[in-house]
DNA sequence: CGTTGTCACTTCGCATGCGAAATATCCTAG
DNA sequence: CTAGGATATTTCGCATGCGAAGTGACAACG
C-alpha cells in the first residue's frame, strides 16, 4: 500500500473515468440537489457558465470560452441549450454587433443559489479524506495536464 | 506559492477542463503521432478496448463495459463505432447467444503498438514534474473520485 | 468610399456518453 | 412444456464537445 509500490496507473484512463463519474453523479443526483428549487440538472460547464456571469454582467461568448477552456463551438451550442432552458439571455452588444453580451434570466439567477450549494457539496466529497497539501497537489496536476497538452 | 495558500480551486472544473484538454490532444497530435500507422486518432476509450481485448480475447461486452466503467449504451456505441473503423470484430457467442464476443481485426492489432506508444509519451507528459509520490496521491485522488460518487 | 482582411460568433457533421425502453435470449418454477 | 422473470445487448433521444466552414460586422488601407 505504500504509494510508489505499484506501477503507476494509466492517469488517462482515471481522469477520464473521474470526469464521466462526475458528470453521471451531476445528472442523477444532482437533479435532486443541485438544482433543487428549478429540478433540472445543470452540469458543470453550464454551471460555469451561470457562475461567470453572475460574477460578470453582461460577459461575451468569447470571455465565457476562455473561462471555461472550451472551443468557441462549445461554448455558442452550450448557450443556446442555455438559453432554450430560459437561463441565460443572449443579447447583440449594439456597439459592436458581432459580439453577443449575456445575461442572467431570473430563472438562471434563481437556479444560482442551487448551483452554489450542489458545488459545495460536490467539492465536499471530492475533498474528503485528503489533506490541503494533497489536495493542492492534485489541483496543481490538474493544472498541469491542462497546460502541458495545449 | 505555498500550497494551501489560495482557496481551493474547484477540482470539478479542474477535472472537466484536463479530460476535455486530453480529448483534444488525442485528436490532434494524437492523430499524427498515436496512431502512427494507421493514420486516424484513437480516443481514450477506444484505447481501453483495444488493449482489454488484445488481453482478453472474447471478452464480451459487458467485461469491456465494467473495465471502462461505462454504461452498457456507451459502450455499445463505442464499439458499433470502432467495428465499422475496423478494429474489432464482434461475433454471438454460440452457447449464449445474447452475449456478443469480441476479437480484434488484424487492423485493431496493428494498432496496438502505436496506442501504446501514443499511450506512453502521453503518460510522460503527464506525469513530467511530479514525483512517484505526488502522482500516487493523485491516481488515489482520481480512484477516489470514481468510487466516492459511485 | 470600396476592397480586403480580421474578428466574433454560429452552423454543420461527427464522436462520445447517458438513461430509458426495446429486443432477444436464457432460465426456472409449476 | 410453458409462463414469467432475469440477463445481455442494442436502439432511441438527448446533451456535450470538437474542427472546419460559414455568416455578418468592423477596420484599415488606398
Given at each position: 500500500m505504500?504509494?510508489?509500490?505499484r506501477r503507476p496507473p494509466r492517469l488517462v484512463?482515471?481522469?477520464?473515468?473521474?470526469?464521466?463519474?462526475?458528470r453521471r453523479w451531476i445528472a442523477g443526483r444532482g437533479s435532486a440537489q443541485t438544482a433543487a428549487s428549478s429540478g433540472q440538472a445543470i452540469s458543470a460547464p453550464a454551471a460555469g457558465v451561470l457562475l461567470h456571469v453572475?460574477?460578470?454582467?453582461?460577459?461575451?461568448?468569447g470571455e465565457v470560452t476562455a473561462?471555461?477552456?472550451?472551443?468557441?463551438?462549445?461554448a455558442s451550442g452550450l448557450l443556446a441549450r442555455m438559453e432554450r432552458a430560459d437561463l441565460v439571455r443572449r443579447r447583440t452588444d449594439p456597439d459592436d454587433r458581432r459580439t453577443v453580451r449575456l445575461d442572467l434570466t431570473p430563472t438562471g439567477t434563481a437556479a444560482l443559489d442551487g448551483v452554489r450549494a450542489g458545488l459545495a457539496e460536490l467539492n465536499d466529497r471530492l475533498?474528503?479524506?485528503?489533506?490541503?497539501?494533497?489536495?493542492?497537489?492534485?489541483?496543481?496536476?490538474?493544472?498541469?495536464?491542462?497546460?502541458?497538452?495545449?
Open positions: 505504500t504509494a510508489a509500490r484512463f482515471l481522469v477520464t473515468a473521474a470526469e464521466r463519474q462526475i453572475a460574477n460578470h454582467p453582461g460577459a461575451t461568448v473561462a471555461l477552456q472550451a472551443s468557441p463551438a462549445g475533498t474528503d479524506g485528503f489533506t490541503a497539501d494533497e489536495l493542492a497537489t492534485v489541483a496543481r496536476w490538474l493544472e498541469h495536464v491542462t497546460h502541458t497538452l495545449r
